[in-house]
Nanobody, 123 residues
Framework: QVQLVESGGGLVQPGGSLRLSCAAS????????MGWYRQAPGKQRELVAG???????NYADSVKGRFTISRDNAKNTIFLQMNTLKPEDTAVYYC?????????????????WGQGTQVTVSS
């Protein structure tokens, strides 16, 4: 069973920084696209940043220049470095991974989500 476990959320003052981590485990044979999403109260879940298997990245306009997504393939982990945080960044942040999973003699592609980590930006 594939599991994605996020960590690193918390309460931070405006202008501060946080680093989120997402560790993946399970019978994963290949990581494809991975990303971070967020969902604020009363709003739809939105893509914050994505990273492909080749390391190409893309960002929501609202976080460009402030957030950086990266991955450590050896540790099956992705990160989201968040700088110059603003109150509007307050949300639950979710890790998402598109992976190929070994099930018996078969390899299947699947899309998985972490449980989410709360980020609150407030003075």
């Amino acid at each position: 069973q594939v599991q994605l476990v996020e960590s690193g959320g918390g309460l931070v003052q405006p202008g501060g920084s946080l680093r989120l981590s997402c560790a993946a485990s399970g019978p994963i044979v290949r990581f494809n696209d991975m990303g971070w999403y967020r969902q604020a109260p009363g709003k739809q879940r939105e893509l914050v940043a994505g990273i492909t298997s080749r390391g190409s990245t893309n960002y929501a306009d609202s976080v460009k220049g402030r957030f950086t997504i990266s991955r450590d393939n050896a540790k099956n982990t992705i990160f989201l470095q968040m700088n110059t945080l603003k109150p509007e960044d307050t949300a639950v942040y979710y890790c998402n991974a598109d992976v190929d999973v070994r099930i018996g003699l078969t390899t299947l592609s699947g899309d998985y989500w972490g449980q989410g980590t709360q980020v609150t930006v407030s003075s």
